[in-house]
């Protein structure tokens, strides 16, 4: 059974940074394509980024240029390391994976899900 775990949120000011980790079990991680997205109080959720098994990397306009999306295929594990932090960024954070190793923008792409985790900027 394919399991998703993000951990690292937390409560920053603004201009700060958090790193947010999803460690993956239960199939073959580098084949995968693997995606961040997140969900704020009373909206839909969104993507943030996404990257598939080699690196290749795609981002939501909103985070390009402040955070960056990164993965550990021996550790089974996948980064989003968030920088420049802005208070529009409060969210819950969820990781996704795919069955297929093409990136996606769209949650309905992705079939497994993490529980996610909280992400808090202050101002």
């Known amino acids: 059974q394919v399991q998703l775990v993000e951990s690292g949120g937390g409560l920053v000011q603004a201009g700060g940074s958090l790193r947010l980790s999803c460690l993956t079990s239960?199939?073959?991680?580098?084949?995968?394509?693997m995606g961040w997205f997140r969900q704020a109080p009373g909206k839909e959720r969104e993507f943030v980024a996404a990257c598939t098994w080699s690196g290749g990397n795609t981002y939501a306009d909103s985070v390009r240029g402040r955070f960056a999306i990164s993965r550990d295929n021996a550790k089974n594990t996948v980064y989003l390391q968030m920088n420049s932090l802005k208070p529009e960024d409060t969210a819950v954070y969820y990781c996704?994976?795919?069955?297929?190793?093409?990136?996606?923008?769209?949650?309905?792409?992705?079939?497994?899900w993490g529980q996610g985790t909280q992400v808090t900027v202050s101002s």
């Open positions: 996704a994976r795919r069955v297929v190793a093409v990136v996606a923008t769209s949650e309905y792409e992705y079939d497994y």
């Open positions: 239960g199939s073959t991680f580098s084949t995968y394509a």
